[in-house]
């Protein structure tokens, strides 16, 4: 099994639609991220966890918002979904300790259309 | 305007031949990460490196982050189908050690 798990892996679904995105992970990483990928702009930070009761905002969280449920889960929602919110998402971990003594740990993406 | 930005964008090369990927910060790179993705899938680490001067490589690919820390470099050498995908990098550039910021991904093609 996968250590970092999203679901669903792909979705198509209409404007004005409420979309929540699922994240799990087994790695006991306390920290878990929300990014997302676009054509030529690279991934772009949404949301931050260090803990359940620590939720931060990155550099487009603006549409979006974020639940961490339990260390293990964190899930994305698109409260009125717009078809500007296409792209590729992605959760990752990373240890508690900090990236400066290692890396993020990626899902394979959710792929997210919005007609 | 991106505050990581990697060049070239995109990169043909012949199986076998040499290549090398930027990426350049205007501010300072506390951590600097790599990652492969293939096609549509998740992200894979390939390297870190925190101090300037900094090179490390593994199997066929090595990366270096410039004394000034604010630029690095992958280079892959005798290049192989199996190295096709994006390749993107990311860094700490708050000093702060929690998120990493990622730049614009350089997609390589490897052509037999």
Avoid at chain 2, 15 to 31: A, D, P, Q, R, V
Avoid at chain 2, 70 to 78: D, E, G, K, V, Y
Avoid at chain 2, 101 to 112: A, D, I, K, P, S
Wanted: proline share 3%.
């Amino acid at each position: 099994d996968a250590d970092v798990t999203q679901t669903p892996r792909n979705r198509i679904t209409k404007t004005g639609k409420r979309i929540m995105l699922e994240c799990s992970q087994t790695k006991g990483h306390d920290r878990m991220y929300w990014y997302r990928q676009d054509p030529g702009l690279g991934l772009r930070l949404i949301y931050y966890s260090f803990d359940v009761k620590d939720i931060n905002k990155g550099e487009i969280s603006d549409g979006y918002s974020v639940s961490r449920q339990a260390q293990a889960k964190f899930s994305l929602s698109l409260e009125s979904a717009i078809p500007n919110q296409t792209a590729l998402y992605f959760c990752a971990t990373g240890p508690s300790s900090g990236l400066d003594t290692g890396e993020l740990f990626f899902g394979e993406g959710s792929r997210l259309t919005v007609l | 305007s991106q505050e990581l930005e990697q060049s070239p964008q995109s990169l043909i090369v012949q199986e076998g031949k040499n290549l090398t990927i930027n990426c350049t910060s205007s501010k300072t790179l506390y951590g600097l990460y790599w990652y492969k993705q293939k096609y549509g899938e998740g992200l894979i680490f390939l390297m870190m490196l925190q101090k300037g001067g900094e090179e490390k490589s593994h199997e066929k690919i090595t990366a270096k982050l410039d004394e000034k820390k604010q630029q690095s470099s992958l280079h892959i050498t005798a290049s192989q189908p199996s190295h096709a995908g994006i390749y993107l990098c990311g860094a700490d550039i708050t000093g702060t050690a929690s998120k990493l910021t990622f730049g614009t991904g350089t997609r390589l093609q490897v052509m037999l």
